[in-house]
């Protein structure tokens, strides 16, 4: 049987500089912290300030966040701190968001900015392997939320542990999974662009998750665990 949406008009806007700014402006901006720390990381990261979310992953993140009613969540892959800032912004004031980075340069940028917003207390950032933080916790699926932004040939592996530790009805979100396209190059072979279409195929195949792939940025797979 064929397959009825192979034919269908895509209705996937590309978004020039213009059109992108009316994007963030029409939904919740960045306010002044979040300008700012978009302004350092770029001074003092130079390039790789693309690892960066985009401003309007930033208020996904705030909104879903409050919509599912998170109180506990992690984050895989903090850099200097803006997805971490959002998250915290939509937990209650007693929530809790546990960070698992590798790189105290760059995280320190991110402290300095938490405690700007009033979020310092409800974040918890360990340097460590994200492997190993998530190993030292007990699997009892307490928790509410995570999001993925890591690193890439590791997503399977954070994937299985979030698993256990997510409860049914909570929510994973997964950066970059579009991977600036690369995902479609069969030519590219590199390990990341490889994990990445290993991870979107086992997701793609995996009852355990309600799941949608959108076109947020640089592609954000949202996976809700059913049991």
Wanted: charge should be negative.
């Amino acid at each position: 049987m064929s397959d009825p949406t192979a034919d269908a008009p895509v209705k996937t806007l590309g978004l020039s500089a213009a059109l992108h700014g009316y994007l963030v402006e029409h939904g919740t901006p960045p306010d002044a912290i979040l300008r700012e720390l978009t302004a350092e990381t770029r001074e003092r990261v130079g390039p790789m300030s693309m690892m960066q979310i985009a401003p309007e992953q930033g208020a996904f993140l705030t909104l879903m966040t409050r919509l599912i009613g998170a109180r506990r969540a992690i984050e895989i892959g903090t850099f200097t701190g803006y997805s971490a800032l959002c998250i915290a912004r939509g937990l209650p004031a007693d929530g809790k968001l546990l960070c698992c980075d590798v790189n105290e340069e760059w995280t320190s940028i991110g402290r300095r900015y938490w405690e700007r917003a009033g979020v310092a207390d409800r974040i918890d950032l360990r340097i460590a392997p994200a492997l190993e933080t998530l190993d030292a916790l007990p699997a009892d699926r307490s928790w509410d939320l995570a999001f993925v932004d890591a690193h890439k040939p590791e997503y399977l592996d954070y994937l299985e542990r979030l698993v256990g530790l997510i409860r049914p009805g909570g929510l994973i979100l997964v950066d970059n999974v579009l991977w600036n396209g690369q995902v479609l190059d069969e030519r590219d072979r590199s390990a990341e662009t490889v994990a990445i279409r290993a991870f979107n195929e086992a997701v793609a195949k995996d009852d355990r998750f309600d799941r949608a792939m959108v076109s947020i940025s640089d592609g954000l797979t949202l996976l809700r665990p059913i049991r």
